[in-house]
């Protein structure tokens, strides 16, 4: 069992930066791919980024060269860095860790607007 706390979401205006954090606990970290998915209304979830439990990492076209995803495992913690966001990014974003499982956090919200 993992459980997944997200944090760090709010109100940014176009071209601004956010940082997500998500805190794991419940089980060993490492062995998880974690990821973020967002969900904006309306549209269906979709995954963001993804950093496997070796380092290797995939985003969506969408977030190529502005998203950031990384993991300590030390702290039990991946992040999400966010730059030069746009409104198209206001969604809910969520953590996951999955293996043979899936868990998913309670999501945070992220607002891009002027």
């Known amino acids: 069992q993992v459980q997944l706390v997200e944090s760090g979401g709010g109100l940014v205006q176009p071209g601004g930066s956010l940082r997500l954090s998500c805190a794991a606990s419940g089980s060993i970290f490492s062995i998880y791919a974690m990821g973020w998915y967002r969900q904006a209304p309306g549209k269906q979830r979709e995954l963001v980024a993804r950093?496997?439990?070796?380092?290797?990492?995939y985003y969506a076209d969408s977030v190529k060269g502005r998203f950031t995803i990384s993991r300590d495992n030390a702290k039990n913690t991946v992040y999400l860095q966010m730059n030069s966001l746009k409104p198209d990014d206001t969604a809910v974003y969520y953590c996951n860790a999955a293996r043979s499982k899936s868990y998913w956090g309670q999501g945070t919200q992220v607002t891009v607007s002027s």
């Open positions: 950093i496997g439990n070796g380092g290797s990492t």
